[in-house]
């Protein structure tokens, strides 16, 4: 099993940044593309961002394309989620999760993860 722990959500004014980060444990973590979640009171789960084994390939959804980078570091089993200029929408619990057989193609859909981490939960006030 993968154990996957997010941390860093919080309250954060509008136009604010955060930095979430996931850190796995149990499993190789360079074996699995990661990716980002989000999930808003009452909505579907929605797919934030991806990023490759190595981290050489990165994928994001429009909506927050040039907002919100994605990284990991391999030697510290940790996948990070910068967030930059949050908007009131943005506010939802956010995932982390695990593919190990996808690619960052994939892992856009919310049945492709393998694992997935408790949630932390982010709020941006306007």
């Known amino acids: 099993q993968l154990q996957l722990v997010e941390s860093g959500g919080g309250l954060v004014q509008a136009g604010g940044s955060l930095r979430l980060s996931c850190t796995a444990s149990g499993r190789t973590f360079s074996n699995y593309v990661m990716g980002w979640f989000l999930q808003a009171p009452g909505k579907e789960r929605e797919f934030v961002a991806a990023?490759?084994?190595?981290?050489?390939?990165?994928y994001y959804p429009d909506s927050v394309k040039g907002r919100f980078t994605i990284s990991r570091d391999n030697a510290k089993n940790t996948v990070y989620l910068q967030m930059n200029s949050l908007k009131p929408e943005d506010s939802a619990v956010y995932y982390c999760?695990?593919?190990?057989?996808?690619?960052?193609?994939?892992?856009?859909?919310?049945?492709?993860?393998?694992?997935w981490g408790q949630g932390t939960q982010v709020t941006v006030s306007s």
């Open positions: 999760a695990a593919d190990s057989l996808g690619t960052i193609a994939t892992m856009i859909r919310v049945s492709e993860p393998d694992y």
């Open positions: 990023i490759s084994r190595a981290g050489g390939s990165i």
